[in-house]
């Protein structure tokens, strides 16, 4: 496979369960971030990781704790989420930290919290 | 600061119709790059061009152009002809390393339905 690939494409879950996104890409970049798009609203950069590092927390709840056990993987895992909580989960990558290149996205994850 | 402004939430067109969309950023920097990608109702944001700073010759791909102006700080996307295929959700962005070290900074984005 090329690209970003995330999984799964959709999920629904209670407020009280534990769920993970996952996402993967074999492009070779170092960098990886998860982006929340709410419906009619732009783009909001949860975290940044930069060779398996954290880079970047922009004030994100803990009821999101993002992973990244190598520069291929990154995984988001939920718990206790909120109703607001529900949205399109983006993952890229990148060459590097900088956007110099642009980023790659992968297809989202459309998470429903009921 | 960087910023990247899209004004145009949304626009509606009939197919066939010219339609442009507009990107206005800011930057200290004098070394930057700036993009556009399409997100089509299925999610993903998919490439369609980066610029560097320093060339400001104008670019045609198939129906899609881009006028970029460092005047007017400006990186507009015209495309020709629309067609139906053409909605999607289209985002600027900018990559310049003051201040935020070259992360990419999106605009809002502007939501394009073409009709048939």
């Known amino acids: 496979e090329t690209g970003v690939t995330q999984t799964p494409r959709h999920l629904v879950m209670g407020m009280t369960n534990k769920k993970s996104l996952k996402c993967e890409q074999h492009?070779?970049?170092?960098?990886m971030y998860w982006y929340k798009q709410s419906a009619k609203k732009p783009l909001e950069l949860m975290f940044v990781?930069?060779?398996?590092?954290?880079?970047e927390n922009n004030s994100v709840p803990s009821r999101f704790s993002p992973e990244c056990p190598n520069s291929s993987h990154l995984f988001l895992h939920l718990h206790t989420l909120q109703p607001e909580d529900s949205a399109l989960y983006l993952c890229?990558?990148?060459?590097?930290?900088?956007?110099?290149?642009?980023?790659?996205f992968g297809s989202g994850t459309r998470l429903t919290v009921v | 600061a960087q910023k990247v402004t899209q004004a145009q939430t949304e626009i509606s067109v009939v197919e066939k119709e010219d339609v442009t969309l507009d990107c206005v950023y800011e930057?200290?920097?004098?070394?930057?790059?700036l993009f556009w990608y399409k997100q089509p109702p299925s999610g993903e944001l998919v490439f369609l061009i980066r610029?560097?700073?320093?060339?400001?010759q104008n670019e045609i791909s198939g129906r899609y152009s881009w006028n970029f102006q460092k005047s007017t700080s400006s990186f507009n996307f015209t495309i020709t002809a629309s067609q139906v295929v053409d909605s999607a959700v289209y985002f600027c962005?900018?990559?310049?390393?003051?201040?935020?070290?070259?992360?990419?900074?999106f605009g809002q984005g502007t939501e394009l339905s073409v009709k048939p």
């Open positions: 492009l070779g970049h170092n960098a």
């Open positions: 610029r560097n700073s320093f060339d400001e």
């Open positions: 930057t200290r920097d004098t070394t930057y790059y």
């Open positions: 890229a990558s990148s060459q590097e930290r900088t956007g110099y290149y642009g980023y790659t």
């Open positions: 962005a900018l990559s310049a390393y003051y201040n935020q070290g070259g992360k990419l900074i």
């Open positions: 990781y930069n060779f398996k590092e954290q880079t």
